[in-house]
């Protein structure tokens, strides 16, 4: 079974930045869909950014964090990242990467492999 290892996570104040990685245990990572997820308190899990496969790595984000996020791959390293910049307080939440998710009429659908998520924590 994959292992998906997120971190970078940490407090950091408004406007702040950080960012998430997630490395893979995939050896053919290059092929997969990946996404990041975020689940704040109370509140369900919430797709963030996705970036497909292949030579295209199309993107896309979340309205709450477009422009300030950006979702990046290194297919060399097996590695997932999330720069995220300007953070809000509203961002404070457990970060989730996910391998392997499809896209049907442009929505991504996350598939089972999950990792085991990245506290970040944003002070106002």
């Known amino acids: 079974q994959v292992q998906l290892v997120e971190s970078g996570g940490g407090l950091v104040q408004s406007g702040g930045s950080l960012r998430l990685s997630c490395a893979t245990s995939?050896?053919?990572?290059?092929?997969?869909?990946m996404a990041w997820y975020r689940q704040a308190p109370e509140k369900q899990r919430e797709l963030v950014a996705r970036?497909?496969?292949?030579?295209?790595?199309?993107?896309n984000y979340a309205d709450s964090v477009k422009g300030r996020f950006i979702i990046s791959r290194d297919n060399a390293k097996n590695t997932l990242y999330l720069q995220m910049n300007s953070l809000k307080p509203d961002d404070t939440a457990v970060y989730y990467c996910?391998?392997?998710?499809?896209?049907?009429?442009?929505?991504?659908?996350?598939?089972?492999?999950w990792g085991q998520g990245t506290q970040v924590t944003i002070s106002s």
């Open positions: 996910n391998q392997g998710g499809r896209i049907e009429n442009r929505r991504y659908l996350p598939s089972d492999s």
């Open positions: 995939e050896t053919i990572f290059s092929i997969y869909t």
């Open positions: 970036i497909t496969s292949g030579d295209s790595d199309s993107t």
